[in-house]
């Protein structure tokens, strides 16, 4: 038993993901799923195993190798009544896509005056740390936060992952889902319960505390969590907020957490020229925590270079504990 | 890559935005403070640290400056009312005309002494009242034998459970929140809309200070027992002479007593405190002859007072009321059920 009487169960992110997807497809039969090698072979990283067997080649489809044509089809299925979710194997071959993604799934709604919905989520495998190199291994989530029409949710646990991606295939409108790809393997308590919905666009206090806020989402959360922990030891107290969806995103939560610690540094490990970090840090200036700001707003982001196969380097461009805890000490004026 | 700055060499002070807020708060100046920060930039634990704040010298505008220096006014005295506290040609006049006053009163033997803060809003509340509500004070007198026997009665448990002693205002206040209930419309607030009919009472009590006069409210008093009401009382009083009572403990009454009984006073008109509709004054107990039965008894009789507020209540549901806190007064044990 968990809080509040709830029982609870241990699952890893892609179990959760998986969970959020067969429960929703259980629920309602116009949702369905299409990607690549999604199918019988169950996900390149085996998120959809099992799902071919229960819902049938109708629902589970497997597609071509174009994301042009997954992205295309999620989209007219989704005016057509449908509401897919389709995967992207890797967030980098979002760019194949774009154009059904951007300039017909993000307009379609507004172009109509409203007649027109596009319920569909668009699943995308992204980050680094496989040793996937260069195209296989990007943040691009900054990029859909600047396509109005376009709602963006990147989760960092299991439990946000499902009750996320269970409200993103019942909203009305396109959904960016970002999964970093080393996240799958986290395992965490989760409640048992169909009707785990987060709703978007709600931020989430990881951690409190009234020294320095952290503001930072997906696999970074983790590292900052850890870090917390360490420097707690040393009197300094950080809270966390995850913001879990980017677009829209819980502006008072964070604003609100500035306020009460004077300090803040945003995080993501997207490169940093661009980056969605900046604009959390641009919003955080123009607020009215503007006057309580006793450090500047720092950044911390992948550097800005492809991603190295070298596994040595490719760990050097993104944030670090190290790294963290460094930004904590400038923001302390220790 | 950024380049090093020198910034000994800039004219502004670097500070961050809340040491800046900070020290526009307290009034000190930037330049002032030394910053411990990086580069010596001054953050909010050096504006909040600052051991000895040296006084800032006032700002003023040149004319406010000239004019004081011809009547030798002191600059740092003054209030200013301009941006950032800046002192104006208006405030040197204001303290000027002040001065005059001042000067005049002690020719004439005379003193002026400043409104506080308090006398202000009570001055402003008692004329907004007293102008907006024409009212008219009905006087009932009460044999208060058997309030009296009850209050003996209970007296010693109440001490001896409480440590307090019971008054005649606990007892009053709990017949009044009763009489409130059956005639709502005293219980009332004249409101935009109509008259606001309120469930519930919360009963203001005047509570007289040397500096001036404050309402305490004590809620719910027609659902409390005379030991809740005795105990709220009790602390609302003490808490209002030792000036510890939280704005809203003062807001929210829907009918105010206001007892002067303990200077002798046999009836007076009080003022209501508004919105409510009515106010009771309740004044001393005296013995008295009264003629009860063809017979000459001496009894202790005390005069209830009620203004009430026109608009909303008229003589005769205002007198039932009365009679009926009479009624309960007369015999107690009614409050009982």
């Known amino acids: 038993m968990g809080r509040g009487g709830k029982r609870m169960k241990e699952m890893t992110y892609a179990e959760a993901i998986r969970e959020a997807m067969s429960e929703e497809m259980r629920r309602d039969e116009d949702v369905i799923f299409i990607g690549q090698d999604i199918g019988l072979y169950g996900g390149a990283f085996g998120v959809s195993v099992g799902m071919f067997e229960e819902f049938g080649e109708e629902r589970v489809r497997d597609t071509p190798i174009s994301e042009a044509v997954i992205a295309g089809a999620a989209t007219g299925a989704a005016v057509t009544g449908l509401r897919p979710i389709a995967e992207i194997m890797f967030m980098d071959f979002t760019t194949i896509a774009m154009d059904a993604i951007v300039n017909q799934a993000a307009k379609i709604r507004y172009m109509f005056g409203g007649k027109a919905r596009v319920p569909m989520v668009l699943r995308c495998p992204a980050g680094s740390g496989t040793g996937a190199a260069a195209q296989h291994s990007q943040s691009l989530e900054a990029w859909f936060c600047h396509v109005p029409g376009l709602k963006v949710v990147a989760p960092s646990t299991p439990a946000d992952a499902k009750g996320l991606l269970k409200a993103a295939i019942r909203d009305d409108n396109p959904v960016i889902f970002v999964e970093q790809k080393l996240l799958y393997k986290k395992k965490c308590r989760i409640p048992d319960d169909e009707d785990l919905i987060i709703p978007l666009g709600k931020a989430d206090i990881k951690r409190e505390g009234g020294d320095v806020t952290i503001v930072t989402y997906g696999r970074m959360v983790e590292k900052v969590l850890n870090v917390a922990q360490e420097v707690a030891k040393e009197g300094i107290n950080v809270e966390v907020v995850d913001p879990r969806t980017l677009v829209p995103l819980d502006k008072e939560t964070i604003i609100n957490s500035v306020i009460k610690t004077g300090r803040v540094i945003v995080i993501n490990e997207a490169v940093k020229t661009g980056g969605y970090a900046g604009e959390i840090a641009a919003i955080i200036t123009e607020s009215e925590a503007?006057?309580?700001?006793?450090?500047?707003?720092?950044?911390?982001?992948?550097?800005?270079?492809?991603?190295?196969?070298?596994?040595?380097l490719e760990k050097a461009v993104i944030p670090s504990e190290g790294d963290i805890k460094e930004a904590i000490y400038r923001v302390m004026n220790r | 890559?950024?380049?090093?700055?020198?910034?000994?060499?800039?004219?502004?002070?670097?500070?961050?935005?809340?040491?800046?807020?900070?020290?526009?708060?307290?009034?000190?100046?930037?330049?002032?403070?030394?910053?411990?920060?990086?580069?010596?930039?001054?953050?909010?634990?050096?504006?909040?640290?600052?051991?000895?704040?040296e006084k800032t010298k006032k700002r003023a505008t040149p004319l406010a400056k000239s004019i004081a220096k011809i009547h030798g006014v002191?600059?740092?005295?003054?209030?200013?009312?301009?941006?950032?506290?800046?002192?104006?040609?208006?405030?040197v006049e204001k303290h000027l005309a002040e001065e005059r006053q001042r000067a005049k009163g002690k020719e004439e033997k005379c003193k002026i002494i400043p409104l506080t803060p308090m006398r202000r809003v009570?001055?402003?509340?008692?004329?907004?009242?007293?102008?907006?509500?024409?009212?008219?004070?009905?006087?009932?007198?009460?044999?208060?034998?058997?309030?009296?026997?009850?209050?003996?009665?209970?007296?010693?448990?109440?001490?001896?459970?409480?440590?307090?002693?019971?008054?005649?205002?606990?007892?009053?206040?709990?017949a009044v929140s009763k009489a409130l209930m059956r005639y709502p419309?005293?219980?009332?607030?004249?409101?935009?809309?109509?008259?606001?009919?309120?469930?519930?009472?919360?009963?203001?009590?005047?509570?007289?200070?040397?500096?001036?006069l404050l309402v305490p409210v004590i809620r719910d008093t027609h659902r409390k027992?005379?030991?809740?009401?005795?105990?709220?009382?009790?602390?609302?009083i003490e808490r209002a002479k030792?000036?510890?009572?939280?704005?809203?403990?003062?807001?929210?009454?829907?009918?105010?007593?206001?007892?002067?009984?303990?200077?002798?006073?046999?009836?007076?008109?009080?003022?209501?405190?508004?919105?409510?509709?009515?106010?009771?004054?309740?004044?001393?107990?005296?013995?008295?002859?009264?003629?009860?039965?063809?017979?000459?008894?001496?009894?202790?009789?005390?005069?209830?007072?009620?203004?009430?507020?026109?608009?909303?209540?008229?003589?005769?549901?205002g007198a039932k009321f009365l009679r009926y806190i009479k009624e309960?007064?007369?015999?107690p044990i009614q409050l009982l059920i």
């Not at chain 2, 002070?13 to 580069?39: F, H, N, W, Y």
């Not at chain 2, 009515?278 to 209830?304: F, Q």
């Not at chain 2, 309960?328 to 015999?331: A, G, H, V």
């Open chain 2, 74 to 91: 002191d600059i740092e005295v003054l209030e200013g009312s301009g941006f950032r506290n800046k002192v104006l040609k208006a405030d």
């Open chain 2, 1 to 53: 890559m950024a380049t090093k700055v020198d910034f000994s060499s800039y004219p502004r002070v670097r500070a961050t935005p809340a040491a800046r807020r900070a020290a526009r708060e307290r009034g000190i100046k930037l330049s002032e403070i030394k910053g411990t920060g990086l580069e010596g930039r001054i953050q909010l634990y050096d504006v909040e640290n600052l051991k000895s704040i």
């Open chain 2, 185 to 212: 419309i005293l219980n009332g607030s004249l409101i935009e809309e109509g008259i606001l009919l309120h469930e519930y009472v919360n009963m203001g009590l005047a509570v007289g200070l040397d500096e001036g």
């Open chain 2, 328 to 331: 309960l007064l007369e015999n």
């Open chain 2, 225 to 236: 027992s005379l030991r809740e009401i005795l105990s709220d009382t009790k602390d609302v």
């Open chain 2, 242 to 317: 030792n000036n510890r009572l939280l704005p809203h403990e003062m807001e929210g009454s829907t009918f105010t007593i206001s007892n002067l009984g303990m200077f002798g006073i046999t009836h007076f008109t009080p003022i209501i405190n508004q919105p409510n509709s009515a106010i009771l004054g309740v004044n001393t107990i005296t013995d008295k002859m009264v003629v009860l039965g063809g017979e000459p008894r001496v009894r202790p009789i005390m005069t209830l007072s009620l203004t009430i507020d026109h608009r909303i209540v008229d003589g005769a549901p």
């Open chain 1, 290 to 312: 503007f006057d309580y700001l006793d450090a500047p707003v720092l950044r911390l982001a992948g550097k800005d270079v492809p991603i190295p196969y070298n596994p040595e």
């Open chain 2, 122 to 174: 009570i001055a402003q509340r008692i004329s907004n009242s007293y102008f907006t509500a024409p009212s008219f004070t009905l006087n009932i007198d009460v044999d208060m034998t058997k309030t009296k026997a009850l209050r003996e009665e209970v007296k010693e448990l109440i001490l001896i459970e409480l440590g307090n002693k019971i008054t005649f205002t606990d007892i009053i206040i709990m």
